[in-house]
C-alpha cells in the first residue's frame, strides 16, 4: 500500500506516529514560511502544515502543488493550535517530511466543492470530477449501504439471489423496449428487460420459493426527473403467499432501511384503497406529509344559474388553511400556474374566509354569504382559510387538483424532506381504457391476477375489475409496486383474450409462460422497489440522478462518453440493418 493512513482517520490518538497519506490537494494556503495544504480522499480531509524555509526541495514541490494533484505525504502527526471541530481531523495536522507528487491536475472545470459553481450540463460532462464532491459521493454511499442492508434483509427472509438475462425477448405491453439486434440470427431482435417479470414468475415454477435481484431494468420512455432509460429495481417474487404476507415482509424491509440508515423508527404503514386516494387527493401516490383533503362540493354549488358549475361532471376544492391573506395578485398566479398546459385548467374559482368572519369570492354575482357559508361548512374552515375551488371532467379535474394541492403544500413548506409518510395503495383497477387504441390494457402488466371475487366481471364490466395489486408510496412518490400473480393458464389466456391478444399472439408472445403453468405452477406473488428513487428519498433529493454514478440527462444522453453515438458502417452490415435517418 502506497499509504498507512486514509485522509479521514486519523485523530488525537495518533499523535506521534509517523504515517503515510495519499489523496488530492483540495486547496493550499501559502504564509510565507508556512505552508498548509489540505488533501482528500473519500474517507475526508487532513491538513499537512509544511514548513517550506527548512527544505529548499520541498518548498519548490509544495509551491507548485494546484488543486486536484495526486500526492504522497509522509510525516508525523501533530496537535493543531487552531483546531476544526467540523471535521474528524481537525485536532491534528502532519507534519510533511516528505512530499512526491504522483500526479499533476489540469485547472478543474468547476470548484470541486460543496457548493460548486458548475452548472449541471458541465458537471454531467465531467462527471468523474463532480463524483470527487462530497454531496454526490455521500449520496452514492448511502446507495451502498442501502443495498447492503437490503441483502442482509431478504437473506435472512430465506431469499435466494438469481441473476436473470438483459438479452431477451421485446413484448407489447408496458413501455418501449429497448432492442439489440442479433448478428447471428440476422433480422433478429434481443430486447433489454423492462424488469425480469416473466423470469421471476419461472423461477417459482421451478421451486426456488423465494427469489430477489438488485437488478438493471431499461424502458425507453420521456424523461423526467425520477426517470433514468436504465434503472434500478429491488426485485422480489414469493411462492405459496396471499397479498397479506408481502404488504408484510416489505413493510419491514423499508422500516428496517429506515431504522439502521436514518436511525427513524416508522410505526405500521397506512392502508388506501385506490379509489379512496383517486377520490380525496386525486391520485394513485398521495402526499400524506400533510392533510388538504379533496372535498366534493356537487350537492352545495349546483343550482345557483353558474353555469362552470351547473354543467360540471364534478366541483372539488381545497381548503389553504391559514391562505386568506393571499392577494389577487397571488391568486391570480396561481389561476395562470393552473391553466399551464402541462395541467390544463380553464380556471380557479376562490373563496376566502376573511379574519373578520367575513365570506367573499370570486363568484359573489351567483353567491351571497349565506350560501358561501355553507362552502366554508363543507370545507370545515375557518377565519383565514382560502377555499380553491375546481370544476369539470371528474378524472381530468381531480388531477388538476392534485398539483394544486401539492403546489399549495410546497409553498406552505408541508412537504418537509426530513418527514416520511409512507402508505400502500391497494386494489387498483385490473384494466384501464386506452382512448387511442380503443381497448383495454393492464394497468400493472398482463400477468396480475384479478380479484377471485370480480374474475366473472371480466366479461360484463372489465372496467370495474379489481386488480391484486398494491402499490407502496413514501411522500407522494410510488416507490415500488406488485401484485399476486396469475399462475393458471385458463385465467392467464382469459387475461390476454381481454387484452386483445389473439389465441396466436399470445402462444407467439408469451406461450413459454403458459407452456410452464402447465407444469404445477405454484400460487405466487411479487414486488419490485425502485431503488434509485428509495435512494433519493432517504437522501432528500428531487432527481435520482445524484444517486446514480453516470446518470443520462433528459435527452437519454450521457454527454461525458457521447452516447448515443452513429456505429461505423461495417458494423451496420453485419447486423443486416440500416437507418433511414
Not at 547 to 571: W, Y
Request: proline share 4%; hydrophobic share 40%.
Amino acid at each position: 500500500m502506497l499509504r498507512t493512513h486514509t485522509c479521514g482517520e486519523l485523530n488525537i490518538n495518533h499523535l506521534g506516529q509517523s504515517v503515510t497519506l495519499c489523496g488530492w490537494v483540495q486547496k493550499s494556503r501559502d504564509l510565507g514560511g508556512t505552508t498548509f495544504i489540505d488533501v482528500r480522499d473519500r474517507f475526508g480531509l487532513t491538513q499537512l502544515v509544511l514548513n517550506v524555509d527548512t527544505d529548499a526541495d520541498l518548498r519548490e514541490k509544495a509551491r507548485s502543488l494546484g488543486r486536484e494533484f495526486v500526492i504522497k505525504v509522509s510525516g508525523k502527526v501533530l496537535e493543531r493550535t487552531s483546531k476544526n471541530p467540523k471535521i474528524p481531523t481537525g485536532d491534528i495536522e502532519i507534519g510533511v517530511e516528505e512530499l512526491e507528487i504522483l500526479n499533476a491536475a489540469k485547472i478543474p472545470p468547476f470548484l470541486i466543492e460543496d457548493e460548486t459553481d458548475g452548472g449541471e450540463e458541465l458537471r454531467a460532462k465531467y462527471r468523474y470530477l463532480d463524483l470527487r464532491r462530497n454531496p454526490i459521493r455521500q449520496n452514492l454511499m448511502l446507495r451502498h449501504r442501502m443495498g447492503q442492508e437490503v441483502r442482509k434483509y431478504l437473506d435472512a427472509k430465506g431469499f435466494m439471489e438469481v441473476e436473470t438475462p438483459v438479452l431477451i425477448k421485446s413484448t407489447p405491453e408496458g413501455a418501449r423496449d429497448f432492442v439489440v439486434p442479433s448478428r447471428m440470427n440476422p433480422g433478429e431482435f434481443y430486447a433489454l428487460p423492462q424488469s425480469p417479470q416473466t423470469f421471476k414468475q419461472l423461477l417459482m415454477v421451478s421451486g426456488f420459493d423465494r427469489y430477489f435481484q438488485i437488478v438493471k431494468c431499461f424502458r425507453d420512455e420521456d424523461l423526467r426527473a425520477d426517470r433514468q432509460p436504465e434503472f434500478t429495481q429491488i426485485d422480489c417474487e414469493l411462492s405459496f403467499v396471499e397479498q397479506e404476507d408481502i404488504l408484510n415482509i416489505f413493510e419491514g424491509l423499508t422500516r428496517h432501511l429506515f431504522s439502521v440508515v436514518k436511525d427513524i423508527n416508522l410505526d405500521t404503514f397506512p392502508r388506501m384503497q385506490y379509489a379512496d386516494a383517486m377520490r380525496l387527493y386525486g391520485s394513485d401516490k398521495p402526499d400524506l406529509r400533510f392533510g388538504m383533503q379533496f372535498v366534493e362540493l356537487n350537492d352545495v354549488v349546483k343550482g345557483k344559474n353558474f353555469a362552470i358549475f351547473d354543467n360540471a361532471e364534478l366541483v372539488v376544492g381545497i381548503n389553504a388553511k391559514g391562505c386568506a391573506g393571499y392577494t389577487r395578485k397571488q391568486v391570480d398566479e396561481l389561476t395562470d400556474w393552473l391553466k399551464r398546459p402541462q395541467i390544463g385548467a380553464t380556471g380557479l374559482v376562490y373563496c376566502r374566509y376573511n379574519t373578520d368572519g367575513t365570506l367573499k369570492s370570486s363568484v359573489d354575482k351567483f353567491y351571497n354569504e349565506d350560501e358561501l357559508t355553507n362552502w366554508a361548512a363543507a370545507f370545515e374552515a375557518e377565519a383565514g382559510d382560502l377555499m380553491l375551488v375546481l370544476a369539470g371532467p371528474a378524472d381530468k379535474v381531480r388531477k388538476q387538483l392534485n398539483e394544486l394541492r401539492l403546489e399549495i403544500g410546497g409553498r406552505l413548506g408541508l412537504r418537509d424532506k426530513d418527514k416520511f409518510a409512507p402508505l400502500w395503495v391497494v386494489d387498483f383497477p385490473l384494466l384501464e381504457w386506452d382512448e387511442e387504441n380503443g381497448r383495454y390494457h393492464a394497468m400493472h402488466h398482463p400477468f396480475t391476477s384479478p380479484k377471485p371475487e370480480d374474475i366473472a366481471l371480466l366479461d360484463t364490466e372489465p372496467g370495474n375489475v379489481r386488480a391484486n395489486a398494491y402499490d407502496l408510496v413514501i411522500n407522494g412518490t410510488e416507490i415500488g409496486g406488485g401484485s399476486i400473480r396469475i399462475h393458471e393458464k385458463t385465467l392467464q389466456s382469459l387475461m390476454f383474450k381481454h387484452l386483445g391478444f389473439s389465441a396466436e399472439e399470445a402462444q407467439k408472445q408469451f406461450g413459454f409462460l403458459l407452456d410452464a403453468f402447465e407444469y404445477g405452477a405454484p400460487p405466487h406473488g411479487g414486488i419490485a422497489f425502485g431503488f434509485d428513487r428509495l435512494c433519493s428519498i432517504f437522501a432528500g433529493l428531487d432527481s435520482i440522478r445524484d444517486v446514480i454514478a453516470f446518470p443520462k440527462n433528459n435527452s437519454g444522453r450521457d454527454v461525458m462518453i457521447d452516447s448515443p453515438s452513429t456505429i461505423a458502417l461495417e458494423q451496420m452490415k453485419e447486423l443486416s440493418i440500416a437507418t433511414t435517418i
